[in-house]
């Protein structure tokens, strides 16, 4: 197998379909059909299944491929450490991202990024900290935002502590001296998020033992907010997303205070891209240049 069936490989992994893969590749669908069928002639197995709806992988085409990602991944360093050789500041960074993150820090970061290293390209990809986990292992993503609570263990560098809220809908009773306790809040009935969502709330409705009576488990940030605002529950939401709130709702600092720890995550600090590098410290630059939330 060549480099160039690495990536066709991987980019059909990724697109779940030969048409979309063949769009991005600049190819025709045959030739990726043709590709794959030769790749998995050679190895003895299917790599992916085929359907209607599109491909998907085999179990053994899983197996395989946080290794195929690993190769394409030392390659890319490779050809950034000969353009850094030849003076060149270029390369690819992907980065994975929750929510609040992805809408009140990335923006920035982007943007100053860019500004400074305009040949290095930045692919972004949203998701919950479970998926986030999972692209760092496998090698789709190079850097991850994660909590401290959601790293599973994976090593993370510190950015920011976030303070969580309370968040409820207008006309709640103002609560004594306007901020909100755990005793205040249990018996409440919730709008809450998953654990692969924020974690970081869930520990603290463990911690403080809050029973959340919930009508609704919801996955993002504004759908949280639209349920508060109706009325459905009350929340507690990180101060981060709760910014540039245009939500009718009322939101309180909480006592005794508790926070989530946003930091950054590397796929393999041991092998790590000269643009890679670049945007890690960038990120570190921009996170602590910031007061703290």
Not at 155 to 165: A, Q, T, V
Not at 261 to 274: E, F, K, M, N
Request: hydrophobic share 40%; aromatic share 8%; proline share 5%.
């Amino acid at each position: 197998m060549t480099l160039f069936s690495y990536t066709i490989f991987d980019t059909v992994a990724h697109q779940g379909s030969f048409n979309r893969a063949a769009q991005q590749l600049h190819l025709t669908p045959s030739a990726i059909s043709h590709a794959v069928a030769a790749m998995e002639q050679e190895l003895g197995f299917a790599l992916f299944h085929r359907s209607k709806s599109g491909v998907a992988l085999t179990r053994n085409g899983e197996t395989l491929y946080p290794a195929v990602r690993a190769v394409l991944n030392s390659d890319e360093t490779l050809q950034q450490m000969v353009a850094q050789l030849n003076g060149m500041q270029k390369g690819r960074v992907r980065i994975g991202t929750f929510n609040s993150a992805c809408t009140c820090l990335l923006p920035g970061i982007l943007k100053e990024f860019s500004a400074q290293y305009p040949q290095i390209d930045v692919e972004v990809m949203q998701g919950t900290y479970s998926d986030i986990l999972e692209w760092l292992r496998s090698g789709v993503v190079d850097l991850g935002f994660l909590s401290t609570s959601s790293a599973g263990g994976y090593p993370i560098e510190p950015l920011l502590k976030d303070p969580l809220c309370c968040v409820v809908p207008k006309g709640w009773p103002v609560p004594p001296e306007g901020v909100m306790t755990p005793e205040q809040m249990r018996g409440q009935r919730f709008v809450i998020q998953g654990e692969a969502t924020d974690a970081d709330i869930q520990n603290f409705l463990q911690k403080y033992k809050i029973e959340t009576l919930s009508r609704c488990r919801v996955v993002d940030d504004m759908s949280n907010l639209a349920m508060v605002e109706a009325g459905i529950g009350i929340a507690i939401m990180p101060k981060l997303i709760l910014q540039d709130c245009r939500a009718a709702v009322d939101i309180y600092p909480i006592v005794p205070q508790e926070y989530r720890v946003i930091g950054l995550a590397v796929q393999d600090a041991s092998a790590t891209a000269p643009a890679v590098c670049q945007m890690q410290a960038h990120i570190l630059r921009y996170c602590r240049g910031k007061e703290q939330l």
